[in-house]
């Protein structure tokens, strides 16, 4: 049976997604599930869920697809492409982006999903540096960080960025204010290190600064950014700082692909966009 998963049982997804590899942040569950309580899936046998997949639906016309996984002893079988095709219902007209990993490129491609670019993970250490023009996020800087969001990847994702922007042990935002607010980003402590992301500036460098400030509310020996391939300037930054590249996904679009703009540096997370 395919049905909508629980907000406790994306927890449980969320263990499986740690058990792959996919390094997740500790309160990661809450965030995902502000964004669209209808959007996760899963399949049952015996009662039981084994496999997973969400469909966010991010505004009227832009759903992101994440979180597809099936237990090991359960793959071969068909089940996590009946999910598939279930969860993709949920999005309705939407157009979707992803994702993914390129072994599976071309089984996205046979359900109409377009290949637009890539998005690479870059780990390494990095110093943390406080910064005279950067400070904690307050909840007055939310429709600030609303608009700049939704202007750096071309959606708007309200319901998401409100849960992911509150602060709460594992996960903090910082602003940089140069007349105003020209930037943000966001740090959650993971499995292993902190992952960053959106990071929202006006450049590279400056983009590095927010980085650097966010390390310094949340240390971390191991920082993880997931920046788009067409990124060159932050990429060339991270490399010189001794980042190397762990994972590559392909990001693909079924439907038309929102237009960025290139103050998105690096994005939140490649399960919701």
Known sequence: MNRTATRDELDLILSWAAAEGWNPGGEDAAAFHAADPEG?????????????????NHDARHAFLGLYLCLPQWRGQGIGFGLWQHALRHAGGRSIGLDGVAAQQANYARSGFVLTGATRRWEGALAALPDPRVREAVGTDLPVLLALDG????????????????????????????????????I?????????????????????????????????????????????????????????????????????APVTDPSLQAIATMELG
Do not use: Y
């Open 188 to 256: 959650r402590r993971c499995g292993q290190g902190c992952k960053i992301g959106p990071i929202i500036a006006p450049d590279a460098a400056l983009a590095l600064v927010l980085a650097r400030a966010a390390l310094a509310v949340l240390p971390a020996d191991r920082a993880i950014i997931d920046v788009p391939e067409g990124n060159r300037d932050l990429t060339r930054a991270l490399e010189a700082a001794g980042f190397a590249n762990s994972f590559t996904t392909a990001r693909m679009f079924r439907g038309e």
């Open 151 to 186: 202007h750096a990847n071309g959606v708007k994702r309200d319901a998401f960025l409100r849960a992911w922007v509150a602060p709460c042990a594992t996960r903090r935002t910082v602003v940089l204010e140069q007349d105003g607010i020209r930037g943000f980003a966001t």
């Open 40 to 56: 996760f899936f899963v399949a049952e046998r015996n009662g039981q869920p084994v496999a997973a997949i969400s469909v966010v």
